[in-house]
């Protein structure tokens, strides 16, 4: 059948328009491994349990996906327009035996300041991924966190495990809007990591968060402790056989996290007899 001229503009338009969708692709990146967090663009990934109802208000959306993703490569990494790279964080910063210890879920004005005692009496500093509507709601734990020298991260305005499936605009709003419910808690301190709920990422919710200067955050060992496995499972899934400068991931919020507490006063006096350091996740490459 004869294609018409106009048939052929179509044709030579749709051409165009996925080519262009790849470009948007390849610059936004892809992890370099795979992980054992599910924190990747999930496909047969299934997220743990959670927090799924959506909630919080629509903020402004500050920048798009799509302008996040107009970074450049530097180094062969990919990096977004405010240089935070675009990649995926599963590493402690420094080299050698560091280790990078992350809390989830809170702040729980129960657990946080058990979490907080035991980090301080083992001098530890770790990276604390908020969820925003429980930031607003208990305003002076996070001020304590960031009182002690902690990092913060952003962990979605209410923790639904199914953003990787919704539109990119409601991703925004989930993003942007939790790393401001955190910061209007702690005026001038910054927010500079983003932790999707249950690792589910995709390349708009990265680049976003790059936009906005926080660098997506994964972790290399889970113990599984949010679903209270028991002290014992706990401490031989973080006490094996360690990857090189790991992000460890524990929780003070969502539940009983009693476990957790407990296992962090035994877990933490250990790491130092092993000769480990502790550190913040990597913020630039790789």
Same mark, same amino acid.
């Given at each position: ?67 996040? /993703?107009?970074?450049? %490569?530097? #180094?062969?990494?990919?990096? $977004?327009? !405010?240089?935070? &790279?675009?990649?995926? +964080? @599963? ?115 990265? /680049?976003?968060?790059? %936009?906005? #200067?926080?660098?997506?955050? $994964?972790? !290399?060992?889970? &113990?599984?402790?949010? +679903? @209270? ?58």
């Amino acid at each position: 059948m004869r294609i018409t001229t106009s048939s052929a503009r179509r044709r030579r338009a749709g051409y165009v328009t996925a080519a262009a969708l790849v470009g948007l692709l390849a610059a936004v990146g892809t992890p370099a491994y795979a992980a054992t967090d599910g924190s990747v663009v999930r496909t047969p990934d299934a997220p743990p349990s959670g927090h799924s109802a959506p909630a919080g208000t629509a903020g402004a959306a500050r920048g798009t996906a799509h302008g996040a /993703a107009q970074g450049t %490569a530097h #180094g062969g990494v990919a990096q $977004g327009a !405010s240089g935070v &790279p675009l990649g995926i +964080s @599963r590493l402690a910063q420094g080299a050698g035996r560091q280790v990078a210890i992350t809390i989830d879920d809170g702040p729980d004005p129960r657990w946080t300041p058990q979490v907080l005692e035991t980090l301080r009496k083992n001098h530890v500093k770790a990276t604390f991924c908020m969820i925003g509507t429980k930031a607003q709601k208990y305003p002076e734990l996070v001020r304590a966190v960031a009182a002690d020298g902690h990092q913060l991260c952003d962990h979605s305005v209410d923790h639904d495990v199914t953003m990787d499936h919704k539109p990119v605009a409601y991703q925004r709003q989930q993003i942007l809007d939790g790393k401001a419910m955190i910061e209007k808690a702690v005026p001038g301190v910054p927010v500079t990591y983003y932790r999707a709920p249950g690792g589910a990422f995709t390349p708009d919710s990265r /680049a976003i968060a790059a %936009a906005s #200067g926080m660098r997506p955050l $994964g972790w !290399s060992v889970d &113990p599984q402790d949010w +679903s @209270r496995p028991g002290l014992k499972a706990i401490l031989s899934a973080v006490e094996g056989k360690l990857p090189q400068q790991p992000t460890v991931l524990f929780h003070d919020g969502g539940g009983d996290r009693s476990e957790t507490v407990a296992a962090l006063k035994e877990y933490l006096p250990w790491l130092t007899e092993q000769g480990y350091g502790f550190s913040f996740p990597a913020r630039t490459a790789p």
